[in-house]
């Protein structure tokens, strides 16, 4: 079962959009895109290389 999401996911996530949303206004949504891609690599890497490394059951 999943645990219940956090209340301030969604806040978080919306403010995120929103500063994407602002930024693509004066340079372009592939830019835009391409820095939140490479924000979000180590974060992303970092859970790959635990899912990979981790224990089997």
Do not use: C, Q, W
């Amino acid at each position: 079962m999943s645990e219940p999401t956090d209340p301030h996911f969604y806040d978080r996530a919306d403010a995120v959009i929103n500063l994407a949303n602002d930024e693509s206004k004066g340079i372009g949504s592939g830019k835009v895109s391409a820095s939140l891609m490479y924000a979000t690599s180590p974060s992303t890497l970092e859970l790959v290389f635990a899912a990979l490394t981790a224990p089997t059951r």
